[in-house]
DNA sequence: TATTGTTATACTCTATAACTATA
DNA sequence: TATAGTTATAGAGTATAACAATA
């Protein structure tokens, strides 16, 4: 019986290191934090990208992520353009410079993963770990209590005093 | 060639959700961060820890450190005691609060995870897991780019102006 | 009424840096 | 000189909540 707890604190080291590393890189080499280079990823993606969207995608509030959107659209990464199917939201695009300096610090993200997990794993463990992240990931995303795109919702009102 | 900017996007949102519930449920049932379970944890599993060690292991700088252990010595859980082998650091223990918060939460933790990894992954693919975040795990450790223990370092003298 | 987004406010946490004490 | 820790200051980022507009 694997030792989760132990696990989940492999997992949670890894990330803040891995997240270093690469967030001090890419801001070194394209002036872009790693938190930027995630949102901008996740709008070139898709077809459509809203601030709701982007909220669930990284699991923090809509408020927090309506301030990061300002910041991104401050730096003339990306722009808020009228939504014709909803005008209450805005849909989200990258600028050309957006798209530049996202194509140029996509390599670099790419390399330097390179250097700390290829070298580490072959091929075919690496494979399998991202098989089981990514089904690890979907689980949780189809949870609602691993969010926070909401405020916490008072407690079962059958329960609550 | 897998895509390492998908695995790396999928840990991050992994860890991401992980963290809220456990964080969620050991607030709710133990009134204990997920931050302060994972520092009690780390002291409770070495003959010694300083700040500087916990520091190191959660790769936040020594001053935030110490704060954070203000913060658990101030709610009882843990002590700063004299070090006799140097008068320049303390170390750091459970008191006996802190012993037994730690180890009611423990459970918790591990029926949580045991919800959202063991109901997902068959215990084979499990244990592989667990052995390639281990081993990744230490290869970032090893490489002092990935800790904040210290201030940025200024550039290499020789190439700096 | 519910959804989407913005904004003001407050708060938590962190880094930075200056400092003390000891090695 | 280098190491370990504390503390003041400032800043980044977030949640909360009130609000507006639209569905």
Not at 13 to 34: G, Q, S
Not at 46 to 53: E, G, K, L, N, P
Not at 95 to 112: F, H, N, R, S
Request: aromatic content about 4%; overall charge negative; charged content about 30%.
């Amino acid at each position: 019986m694997t030792d989760l707890t132990a696990l989940f604190t492999d997992l949670v080291r890894l990330e803040t290191r891995l997240y270093n590393v690469l967030d001090a890189r890419l801001k070194a080499e394209h002036d872009l934090p790693l938190g930027q280079f995630e949102f901008l990823r996740f709008i070139a993606s898709r077809d459509t990208a809203r601030v709701f969207d982007l909220a669930r995608e990284v699991a923090i509030t809509v408020g927090a992520t309506s301030k990061a959107v300002d910041r991104l659209e401050a730096a003339g990464r990306i722009q808020r353009i009228a939504n014709p199917d909803d005008r209450r939201s805005s849909l989200l695009e990258l600028t050309p410079a957006g798209a530049e300096i996202l194509a140029a610090a996509t390599p670099t993200v790419e390399a330097e993963l390179r250097t700390w997990i290829g070298s580490v794993l072959p091929a075919g463990v690496i494979e399998h770990l991202a098989t089981s992240l990514s089904m690890l990931r979907q689980r949780a995303e189809t949870d609602h209590r691993t969010d926070r795109t909401e405020p916490k919702t008072a407690t079962d009102p059958k329960t609550s005093s």
